[in-house]
Protein backbone atom coordinates (compact mmCIF):
# COMPACT_ATOMS: atom_id res chain seq x y z
CA UNK A 1 0.00 0.00 0.00
CA UNK A 2 1.24 3.31 -0.98
CA UNK A 3 1.16 6.13 1.81
CA UNK A 4 -0.24 9.94 1.08
CA UNK A 5 1.15 12.73 2.67
CA UNK A 6 -0.68 15.65 2.32
CA UNK A 7 1.42 18.65 1.11
CA UNK A 8 -0.09 22.09 2.67
CA UNK A 9 1.99 24.17 1.52
CA UNK A 10 -0.51 25.38 -1.53
CA UNK A 11 -3.11 26.06 1.79
CA UNK A 12 -0.57 28.62 2.95
CA UNK A 13 -0.13 30.19 -0.12
CA UNK A 14 -3.60 30.67 -0.40
CA UNK A 15 -3.61 31.99 3.23
CA UNK A 16 -0.38 34.62 2.88
CA UNK A 17 -2.62 36.80 0.05
CA UNK A 18 -4.44 38.03 2.76
CA UNK A 19 -2.78 38.99 6.69
CA UNK A 20 -5.40 37.34 7.72
CA UNK A 21 -5.08 33.71 9.58
CA UNK A 22 -7.54 31.80 7.38
CA UNK A 23 -7.33 29.44 5.73
CA UNK A 24 -5.99 27.58 8.62
CA UNK A 25 -2.62 25.15 7.74
CA UNK A 26 -3.24 23.47 10.63
CA UNK A 27 -6.90 23.11 10.32
CA UNK A 28 -6.74 21.72 7.83
CA UNK A 29 -4.20 19.60 8.14
CA UNK A 30 -6.32 18.31 10.98
CA UNK A 31 -9.19 17.29 8.73
CA UNK A 32 -6.53 15.89 6.49
CA UNK A 33 -5.05 13.69 9.15
CA UNK A 34 -9.05 12.75 10.46
CA UNK A 35 -9.83 11.69 6.79
CA UNK A 36 -6.80 9.28 6.86
CA UNK A 37 -4.02 11.07 5.57
CA UNK A 38 -0.70 8.96 6.74
CA UNK A 39 0.77 12.51 7.27
CA UNK A 40 1.77 16.15 6.57
CA UNK A 41 4.46 17.44 4.24
CA UNK A 42 5.41 21.11 4.56
CA UNK A 43 8.23 23.30 2.71
CA UNK A 44 8.82 25.78 4.44
CA UNK A 45 11.38 28.32 1.95
CA UNK A 46 13.06 31.29 2.90
CA UNK A 47 11.12 33.57 2.21
CA UNK A 48 8.05 32.18 3.56
CA UNK A 49 5.80 32.79 0.37
CA UNK A 50 3.87 29.63 1.53
CA UNK A 51 4.38 27.34 4.68
CA UNK A 52 5.88 30.13 7.46
CA UNK A 53 8.46 28.68 10.14
CA UNK A 54 5.87 30.00 12.55
CA UNK A 55 3.29 26.99 11.19
CA UNK A 56 5.49 24.12 12.34
CA UNK A 57 5.36 24.03 15.86
CA UNK A 58 1.60 24.52 15.66
CA UNK A 59 1.61 20.80 12.65
CA UNK A 60 4.07 18.73 15.27
CA UNK A 61 1.73 19.23 17.87
CA UNK A 62 -1.30 18.41 16.15
CA UNK A 63 0.57 15.37 14.95
CA UNK A 64 1.78 14.48 18.75
CA UNK A 65 -1.47 15.37 20.69
CA UNK A 66 -4.30 14.19 18.04
CA UNK A 67 -2.46 11.80 15.55
CA UNK A 68 0.35 10.19 17.41
CA UNK A 69 0.68 7.12 14.78
CA UNK A 70 0.71 9.67 11.42
CA UNK A 71 4.44 11.23 10.12
CA UNK A 72 5.34 14.85 9.34
CA UNK A 73 7.55 15.31 6.53
CA UNK A 74 9.63 18.51 6.22
CA UNK A 75 10.82 19.16 2.97
CA UNK A 76 13.81 21.50 1.72
CA UNK A 77 17.14 22.60 0.99
CA UNK A 78 20.07 21.93 3.64
CA UNK A 79 21.36 25.24 4.49
CA UNK A 80 22.70 25.49 7.81
CA UNK A 81 18.89 27.05 8.36
CA UNK A 82 17.30 24.62 6.93
CA UNK A 83 18.53 22.44 9.10
CA UNK A 84 18.84 24.06 12.66
CA UNK A 85 14.80 24.12 11.77
CA UNK A 86 14.61 20.51 11.41
CA UNK A 87 16.45 19.63 14.49
CA UNK A 88 14.56 22.06 15.97
CA UNK A 89 10.70 20.82 15.15
CA UNK A 90 12.22 16.70 15.12
CA UNK A 91 10.04 15.32 11.75
CA UNK A 92 9.81 11.66 11.16
CA UNK A 93 10.98 12.04 7.48
CA UNK A 94 13.58 15.18 6.60
CA UNK A 95 13.09 15.01 2.44
CA UNK A 96 16.12 17.16 0.80
CA UNK A 97 15.61 19.40 -2.08
CA UNK A 98 18.16 21.06 -4.32
CA UNK A 99 16.27 24.35 -5.00
CA UNK A 100 17.23 27.63 -5.22
CA UNK A 101 15.95 30.28 -2.64
CA UNK A 102 14.02 32.08 -5.81
CA UNK A 103 12.78 28.89 -6.92
CA UNK A 104 8.79 28.80 -7.83
CA UNK A 105 8.85 25.07 -6.98
CA UNK A 106 11.21 21.79 -7.23
CA UNK A 107 12.07 21.17 -10.41
CA UNK A 108 15.23 18.71 -10.28
CA UNK A 109 16.78 16.15 -8.35
CA UNK A 110 19.77 15.87 -6.87
CA UNK A 111 23.10 14.78 -8.68
CA UNK A 112 24.45 12.26 -6.17
CA UNK A 113 27.58 11.75 -8.36
CA UNK A 114 28.74 15.41 -7.98
CA UNK A 115 27.00 16.03 -4.43
CA UNK A 116 26.91 13.07 -3.38
CA UNK A 117 29.86 13.78 0.05
CA UNK A 118 28.45 16.70 1.26
CA UNK A 119 24.86 14.86 1.19
CA UNK A 120 26.44 12.10 2.99
CA UNK A 121 27.62 14.24 5.96
CA UNK A 122 23.78 15.86 6.06
CA UNK A 123 22.54 12.51 6.27
CA UNK A 124 24.58 11.49 8.98
CA UNK A 125 24.78 14.62 10.88
CA UNK A 126 20.19 14.59 10.38
CA UNK A 127 20.05 10.93 11.46
CA UNK A 128 21.87 11.78 14.57
CA UNK A 129 20.14 15.07 15.43
CA UNK A 130 17.03 14.53 14.36
CA UNK A 131 16.75 10.20 14.17
CA UNK A 132 14.22 10.93 11.17
CA UNK A 133 13.66 9.10 8.40
CA UNK A 134 16.27 11.11 5.62
CA UNK A 135 15.06 11.16 2.07
CA UNK A 136 16.53 12.67 -1.22
CA UNK A 137 14.92 14.25 -3.99
CA UNK A 138 15.82 12.67 -7.50
CA UNK A 139 15.21 11.98 -11.18
CA UNK A 140 13.96 9.37 -12.30
CA UNK A 141 17.56 8.53 -13.22
CA UNK A 142 18.55 4.60 -12.40
CA UNK A 143 22.36 5.30 -13.12
CA UNK A 144 22.20 7.60 -10.04
CA UNK A 145 20.49 5.54 -7.46
CA UNK A 146 23.72 3.41 -6.05
CA UNK A 147 25.64 6.87 -5.55
CA UNK A 148 22.04 7.94 -3.89
CA UNK A 149 22.56 4.61 -1.31
CA UNK A 150 26.05 5.96 -0.74
CA UNK A 151 24.97 9.09 1.04
CA UNK A 152 23.14 6.72 3.53
CA UNK A 153 19.97 8.00 2.94
CA UNK A 154 16.51 6.00 3.63
CA UNK A 155 14.67 6.81 0.61
CA UNK A 156 14.43 8.60 -2.44
CA UNK A 157 11.77 10.89 -3.76
CA UNK A 158 11.34 10.00 -7.47
CA UNK A 159 10.05 13.76 -9.12
CA UNK A 160 6.95 13.11 -11.27
CA UNK A 161 7.03 16.65 -12.74
CA UNK A 162 7.65 15.22 -16.21
CA UNK A 163 5.15 12.65 -16.16
CA UNK A 164 2.52 14.97 -14.49
CA UNK A 165 3.40 17.57 -17.22
CA UNK A 166 1.92 14.76 -19.98
CA UNK A 167 -1.62 15.23 -18.62
CA UNK A 168 -2.63 15.45 -22.38
CA UNK A 169 -0.61 13.11 -24.00
CA UNK A 170 -1.01 9.62 -22.90
CA UNK A 171 2.25 8.02 -25.08
CA UNK A 172 4.34 10.75 -23.23
CA UNK A 173 2.96 9.95 -19.92
CA UNK A 174 3.34 6.17 -20.56
CA UNK A 175 7.28 6.38 -21.70
CA UNK A 176 7.69 8.71 -18.12
CA UNK A 177 6.20 6.27 -15.96
CA UNK A 178 8.18 3.45 -18.16
CA UNK A 179 10.88 5.62 -16.35
CA UNK A 180 9.80 6.14 -12.93
CA UNK A 181 9.44 2.64 -13.07
CA UNK A 182 12.99 2.13 -13.79
CA UNK A 183 13.96 4.14 -11.08
CA UNK A 184 12.37 2.81 -8.71
CA UNK A 185 13.68 -0.93 -9.65
CA UNK A 186 17.45 0.38 -9.10
CA UNK A 187 16.69 2.13 -6.26
CA UNK A 188 15.27 -0.51 -4.43
CA UNK A 189 18.27 -3.02 -6.02
CA UNK A 190 20.34 -0.36 -3.68
CA UNK A 191 18.01 -0.95 -0.57
CA UNK A 192 16.09 2.51 -1.34
CA UNK A 193 13.05 3.05 -0.15
CA UNK A 194 11.01 4.83 -3.04
CA UNK A 195 9.11 8.24 -2.47
CA UNK A 196 7.24 9.94 -5.18
CA UNK A 197 5.42 13.62 -5.70
CA UNK A 198 4.86 16.81 -8.13
CA UNK A 199 1.85 17.42 -10.37
CA UNK A 200 0.35 14.70 -9.08
CA UNK A 201 -3.60 13.92 -9.60
CA UNK A 202 -6.21 11.14 -9.17
CA UNK A 203 -5.81 10.71 -12.38
CA UNK A 204 -2.35 9.89 -13.08
CA UNK A 205 -1.83 8.45 -9.48
CA UNK A 206 -3.86 5.45 -10.17
CA UNK A 207 -1.72 4.14 -13.38
CA UNK A 208 1.55 4.94 -11.00
CA UNK A 209 0.80 2.76 -8.00
CA UNK A 210 -0.83 0.30 -10.53
CA UNK A 211 2.89 0.45 -12.43
CA UNK A 212 4.99 0.77 -9.60
CA UNK A 213 3.16 -0.79 -6.73
CA UNK A 214 6.02 -0.70 -4.34
CA UNK A 215 6.19 2.92 -3.39
CA UNK A 216 6.41 3.55 -0.19
CA UNK A 217 4.65 6.97 0.03
CA UNK A 218 3.66 9.91 -2.50
CA UNK A 219 3.40 13.98 -1.46
CA UNK A 220 0.86 15.46 -2.91
CA UNK A 221 -0.19 19.21 -3.03
CA UNK A 222 -1.21 21.39 -5.82
CA UNK A 223 -3.71 18.62 -7.36
CA UNK A 224 -5.07 17.70 -3.87
CA UNK A 225 -5.54 21.46 -2.65
CA UNK A 226 -7.27 21.96 -6.13
CA UNK A 227 -9.57 19.52 -5.88
CA UNK A 228 -10.29 20.43 -2.28
CA UNK A 229 -11.73 23.69 -3.90
CA UNK A 230 -14.35 21.08 -5.56
CA UNK A 231 -14.71 18.58 -3.40
CA UNK A 232 -14.05 19.75 -0.11
CA UNK A 233 -10.68 18.47 1.96
CA UNK A 234 -12.30 15.46 3.54
CA UNK A 235 -13.37 13.91 0.72
CA UNK A 236 -10.46 14.58 -1.24
CA UNK A 237 -8.11 13.04 0.70
CA UNK A 238 -10.32 10.21 0.83
CA UNK A 239 -10.13 9.90 -3.19
CA UNK A 240 -6.82 10.54 -2.95
CA UNK A 241 -6.34 7.53 -0.74
CA UNK A 242 -8.62 5.23 -2.86
CA UNK A 243 -5.95 6.06 -5.47
CA UNK A 244 -3.23 4.78 -3.54
CA UNK A 245 -4.95 1.51 -2.98
CA UNK A 246 -6.08 2.27 0.02
CA UNK A 247 -9.31 1.67 1.71
CA UNK A 248 -11.56 5.14 2.30
Known amino acids: MTELSVNLNAVALLRNRRDLPWPSVTGLGRIALEAG ?26 IDTEFPEREFNIEGNPTEDFLELVEDIQPEQ ?12 SDHGWNF ?13 LKVTTGARISLFAD ?3 SQMAAAAETGCDRVELYTGPYGSCHDDPEAAARELEKLAQATEAAMACGLGVNAGHDLTVENL ?43
Open 37 to 62: ANGLTVHPRPDERHTRRSDLPALRAL
Open 206 to 248: IPLVLRIPDLAEVSIGHGLTADALIHGMAETVRRFRRACGQDA
Open 140 to 142: ADP
Open 113 to 125: KADGARLHKIVAR
Open 94 to 105: VTLVPDDPGQVT
